[in-house]
């Protein structure tokens, strides 16, 4: 993949919790609460259409307020990858101010864990930037790091 420095944040982690589960972690609406923001903040509801153009519709209390964070997939690919934009909503309407498109690449690590790769592309640098000063880096890891401790929870 082609990664743009100035207007494209990544990181890769190893996750010691199979590749099925993260997958299913991360398109099942029942599992995104347990992980998906970093805690204090938390997921008051979620709703998923696991296909290219459905819906990926979040819904979040951050310091008691409510955000609503609704986007669609743009790829999809089994155990492999997840695109999704906030670009648009259900139906492709445009977004308003649109933020970001996140990817997520899962491969199979030698372990039996997850090479886990996510991606937050961003329309020009000086969002890259702002999302990069919101804590990107901080906060898309503990949310890897809570993804990890709670797929173990369900491993046992």
């Known amino acids: 993949m082609d990664?743009?420095?100035k207007t494209d944040l990544h990181f890769t982690r190893s996750l010691a919790v199979p590749r099925s589960l993260v997958w299913e972690c991360w398109t099942s609406p029942e599992h995104i609460p347990h992980f998906f923001v970093p805690r204090p903040h938390r997921v008051t509801a979620c709703d998923i259409d696991l296909r290219v153009g459905g819906r990926f519709n979040t819904t979040f209390e951050v310091e008691g307020k409510e955000m609503q964070?609704?986007?669609v997939y743009l790829e999809v690919v089994p155990q492999e990858k997840l695109v999704f934009?906030?670009?648009y909503s259900e139906g492709w309407k445009p977004a308003p101010d649109p933020f970001?498109?996140?990817i997520l690449i899962l491969s199979d690590a030698r372990d039996g864990g997850t090479t886990y790769t996510?991606?937050?592309r961003h329309r020009n640098a000086?969002?890259?930037e702002t999302h990069k000063a919101m804590g990107f880096y901080d906060g898309w890891g503990t949310v890897v790091t809570q993804l990890e401790d709670y797929a173990k929870g369900?491993?046992?």
């Open 118 to 120: 996510a991606i937050a």
């Open 126 to 128: 000086e969002t890259a």
């Open 85 to 87: 934009t906030d670009a």
């Open 69 to 71: 964070n609704n986007g």
């Open 3 to 5: 990664l743009d420095p």
């Open 154 to 156: 369900l491993m046992k």
């Open 100 to 102: 970001m498109t996140a």
